[in-house]
């Protein structure tokens, strides 16, 4: 998971404040869902490390204006967000796939269960792709079981009642363009 080296610091003297945030503990509270977060969009063990690292660099650059965040775990997963967003677009989605899927099927099946587990998992994360951006993204945050509702809606930046549409329309149009995939799939089989 991300380290940061040194996470022992204090950042201390926060507008003459008395003030104190402890990396070590902010890094040890939030990386791993800064991970899950940046792992869902990149689907990459090394980039999601790599953006969690770079929202613990953007806290150092933001620390005098930390006590003005409400909510840090909201403030932290919003810049994964973003940034692992920024590095997602300069990857095709076909490269991280195919690794992705491999990844996520489980080592103790059979062969043949695994391949054909694969093979689903590319095809559903080919469709989730094709659905639009919001949809798309509001798929990958329920996907983080920590993130409630009105949590999701802040990284967003849409209201809660936005949020529960569109995972709504998601997941149907979702379920609806795998359903059609099947029927095609068992038609070319006769």
């Given amino acids: 998971m991300a380290s940061i080296e040194g996470c022992s610091l204090v950042l201390s003297s926060i507008e003459g404040a008395r003030s104190e945030i402890d990396l070590a503990a902010l890094v040890e509270t939030y990386s791993p869902i800064l991970f899950r977060v940046a792992h869902s969009i990149l689907r990459s063990p090394a980039e999601a490390e790599d953006v969690v690292q770079d929202v613990f660099v953007r806290l150092l650059e933001h620390r005098r204006t930390l006590p003005q965040v409400r909510d840090m775990r909201v403030w932290l ?34 062969a043949d269960v695994a391949l054909d587990e694969s093979q689903h998992m590319k095809t559903v994360l080919r469709e989730m792709e094709r659905l639009p951006k919001a949809e798309r993204h509001v798929l990958l945050l329920a996907a983080i079981e920590e993130l409630e509702t009105a949590e999701m809606a802040q990284v967003m930046e849409r209201s809660e009642s936005a949020i ?27």
């Fill in 164 to 190: 529960r549409s569109l995972l709504s329309r998601a997941r149907a149009r979702l379920r609806e363009r795998l359903d059609e995939k099947r029927l095609d799939e068992s038609r070319g089989d006769r």
């Fill in 77 to 110: 997963v919003r810049i994964a967000w973003n940034l692992a967003l920024d590095r997602r677009r300069r990857i095709r989605p076909e490269q991280l796939d195919e690794m992705f899927a491999e990844r996520l099927v489980a080592g103790s099946v059979p």
